[in-house]
C-alpha cells in the first residue's frame, strides 16, 4: 500500500490535484483524475477496453511524434516553439509497454503546468524521498487506471479464478504487460495478495566485491575464487492493505529463492506456473498460494540457463 505523505512533503502540483477533487490521499486524487478522462473518452468514442490510448493521449492534447525520445529510455512529453505538446515514445519497446509508457505521459497532464517543460518516464527504480519521483509514480497510478479502467476491470476481476494462466489471458485481454496487469490485480483484489518481482542478480555485497576484484588484477590468478553466480533474487513488491494486515512481514530486496517451486519453474521454463510454496522472507518462513508469471527481460538481465523475470502473485495460506 502506498505510503502516508505529509501536505507539507509534497509537490505543489500534487496539492493541486488533491485540493481540485477534495482527496487527501494522493494516490485516490490521480485515481479520480484518470477516471475522469476515461469517462470523457467513452462518452465520445464508446466502446470497450482495451481503448486506444493515442486517442486518449490526443484527447489530452498530446500530439504524437514518429521522433524517439531523447530524454527518456521510453517516453516522453515535450513542448514545441509553436506551443504544441508532443509525446515521443520507443518504438522498440514491446507494444504493451508502449501502451503504458503512453499511458504514463497522459498522466503528466493531469497535474499543472505540464506543458512547460520535458516530463520523461523514469527507471523503475524511484527514491521516495524526492517529491518528483512521488510524482512519477503517480503518473504511473494514472497509467493502471487508464489501462485497466473501472468498472470493466472490476467486472472482470469479479468473474475471475486467480491463477497464472488466467492472469496470463487477462493480461492479453487488456493487451498490457504481465507486470502491470499484476500490479493492478493486487490493487483491486479483496483478497490478501502480493505481487513478488524477482530477476536474477547478485547480492549487493557479490556486486560491490566483484567490481572491485575486476578493477584490481590479481597477483595469484590461480588461486582466485570463481565469481558468483546471478540467483533468483526479489525486485520489490507491491501489497494490498489485507496483505499487509495479515502477513505484516518485510520483504527484504534482493532475499533469494530456492532454486526450486514455481516461481523457479516459471523462470526456468518461461510459461505460467501454479503452485503452493514456503517462502522464507522475513522473521519466519510463510506457506503461499503462487501464480508464477514470466515476465519481459532485457537480454542483460538473463538469468543462468536462460532464467527470466518473474512477477508472482502470492496469497497467504497459513
Not at 500490479?183 to 572491485?212: G, I, N, Q, T, Y
Request: net charge negative; hydrophobic share 35%; aromatic share 8%.
Amino acid at each position: 500500500m502506498p505510503r502516508r505523505h505529509r501536505r507539507s512533503d509534497l509537490h505543489q502540483h500534487i496539492l493541486a490535484i488533491m485540493d481540485e477533487t477534495g482527496v487527501e490521499d494522493p494516490h485516490e486524487a490521480v485515481r479520480t483524475k484518470a477516471r475522469d478522462v476515461i469517462s470523457q473518452f467513452h462518452q465520445l468514442f464508446g466502446g470497450e477496453p482495451p481503448f486506444d490510448v493515442k486517442a486518449i493521449a490526443s484527447l489530452r492534447g498530446l500530439h504524437w511524434s514518429d521522433d524517439d525520445p531523447r530524454f527518456s529510455p521510453d517516453s516522453e512529453i515535450a513542448p514545441e516553439s509553436d506551443g504544441r505538446v508532443v509525446l515521443r515514445v520507443d518504438k522498440t519497446r514491446p507494444l504493451t509497454r508502449q501502451r503504458f509508457s503512453i499511458c504514463h505521459e497522459v498522466g503528466h497532464t493531469l497535474f499543472p503546468e505540464y506543458q512547460l517543460e520535458v516530463r520523461c518516464r523514469k527507471g523503475d527504480r524511484r527514491s521516495f524521498a524526492d517529491p518528483e519521483d512521488l510524482l512519477e509514480t503517480l503518473c504511473d497510478v494514472a497509467a493502471s487506471e487508464l489501462m485497466f479502467p473501472t468498472p470493466w476491470f472490476d467486472d472482470c476481476l469479479k468473474l475471475l479464478s486467480i491463477s497464472a494462466e488466467n492472469l496470463a489471458k487477462l493480461a492479453d485481454d487488456f493487451e498490457a504487460s504481465r507486470d502491470a496487469t499484476a500490479r493492478r490485480v493486487v490493487e483491486v483484489h479483496p483478497s490478501a495478495m502480493a505481487a513478488v518481482f524477482f530477476s536474477w542478480k547478485l547480492k549487493p555485497v557479490e556486486e560491490r566485491e566483484l567490481k572491485a576484484s575486476r578493477m584490481t588484477p590479481s597477483l595469484f590468478p590461480a588461486l582466485d575464487l570463481p565469481e558468483p553466480e546471478p540467483k533468483l533474487r526479489v525486485d520489490y513488491r507491491i501489497a494490498n492493505r489485507a496483505f499487509d494486515e495479515r502477513v505484516n512481514e518485510f520483504i527484504p530486496q534482493s532475499k533469494s529463492i530456492p532454486c526450486e517451486g514455481p516461481i523457479f519453474e516459471a523462470s526456468m521454463s518461461q510459461i505460467p506456473v501454479d503452485g503452493k510454496q514456503t517462502l522464507d522472507f522475513g522473521r519466519k518462513s510463510r506457506h503461499f498460494s503462487v501464480s508464477a508469471l514470466p515476465i519481459y527481460t532485457n537480454e542483460t538481465a538473463i538469468g543462468p540457463n536462460g532464467g527470466c523475470s518473474v512477477v508472482a502473485i502470492l496469497q497467504p495460506l497459513d
